[in-house]
């Protein structure tokens, strides 16, 4: 079972355990709307790229508010069964989703107080840092510092490269890859000039 698939399995109990009325870190999102969302990214190819293209976005909303109001059972089993057949992120599930299914994951399980970071294995790990070394240029893209992830083990990748102060994050790579798309509730230590640290935490790190 690929490391989607595991993460697929454990947002699915984490979804069921919350409820369909809890929060997530998806903005105003419950879970029931963020289950909606993965639904429609799987099996509506005629209303998922109003996820990237906004003059689709209307149209995406609109499906996505009638996959939500089916009933929550209903909504965990097609997550939880992922991508039909026909679907093109069948065959590259264990790459596509990837990332979609652990953070979104993180998203239902960090939206609750009292959260701690989960202890992965060092195989999982590896596979994050890969996933962040070729994701990180484009998360960061805005940045106008230069900008260098790091690990507690001694690896590095520079994702912004340029003149003047830089800022270094460092966490591991599952927590330096929830900063990278986006999400503020992580563990990570960013050193460097107290100002370009602002501004680094501070972009929209939106893919």
Same mark, same amino acid.
């Given at each position: 079972?690929?490391?989607?698939?595991?993460?697929?399995?454990?947002?699915?109990?984490?979804?069921?355990?919350?409820?369909?009325?809890?929060?997530?870190?998806?903005?105003? =999102?419950?879970?029931?709307?963020?289950?909606?969302?993965? @639904?429609?990214?799987?099996?509506?190819?005629?209303?998922?790229?109003? @996820?990237?293209?906004?003059? &689709?976005? $209307?149209?995406?909303?609109?499906?996505?508010?009638?996959?939500?109001?089916?009933?929550?059972?209903?909504?965990?089993?097609?997550?939880?069964?992922?991508?039909? =057949? =026909?679907?093109?992120?069948?065959?590259?599930?264990? +790459?596509?989703?990837?990332?979609?299914?652990?953070?979104?994951?993180?998203?239902?399980?960090?939206?609750?107080?009292? =959260?701690?970071?989960?202890?992965?294995?060092?195989?999982?790990?590896?596979?994050?840092?890969?996933?962040?070394?070729?994701?990180?240029?484009?998360?960061?893209?805005?940045?106008?510092?230069?900008?260098?992830?790091?690990?507690?083990?001694?690896?590095?990748?520079?994702?912004?490269?340029?003149?003047?102060?830089?800022?270094? &994050?460092?966490?591991?790579?599952?927590? &330096?890859?929830?900063?990278?798309?986006?999400?503020?509730? +992580?563990? @990570?230590?960013?050193?460097?000039?107290?100002?370009?640290?602002?501004?680094?935490? $501070?972009?929209?790190?939106? @893919?």
């Amino acid at each position: 079972m690929s490391m989607a698939q595991r993460e697929r399995r454990a947002l699915v109990e984490a979804m069921d355990a919350a409820g369909p009325d809890a929060p997530t870190l998806c903005g105003t =999102w419950t879970v029931r709307d963020l289950a909606a969302h993965l @639904i429609v990214r799987e099996r509506r190819p005629d209303a998922a790229p109003g @996820i990237l293209l906004r003059p &689709l976005a $209307a149209r995406l909303e609109s499906v996505q508010a009638k996959v939500a109001v089916q009933p929550f059972e209903r909504l965990l089993e097609l997550v939880r069964t992922g991508p039909p =057949w =026909w679907s093109p992120l069948k065959p590259v599930d264990a +790459v596509a989703n990837l990332s979609e299914m652990f953070v979104h994951h993180e998203d239902v399980r960090r939206a609750e107080s009292g =959260w701690e970071p989960r202890e992965l294995a060092a195989e999982d790990e590896d596979q994050l840092w890969k996933l962040l070394r070729r994701m990180g240029r484009l998360a960061y893209r805005k940045s106008p510092v230069p900008i260098m992830l790091a690990t507690p083990d001694g690896r590095s990748v520079a994702v912004v490269s340029g003149d003047g102060p830089g800022v270094t &994050l460092t966490g591991k790579p599952s927590e &330096l890859l929830l900063h990278a798309f986006g999400r503020d509730e +992580v563990r @990570i230590a960013a050193t460097g000039a107290d100002d370009a640290v602002r501004t680094v935490l $501070a972009l929209d790190r939106s @893919i």
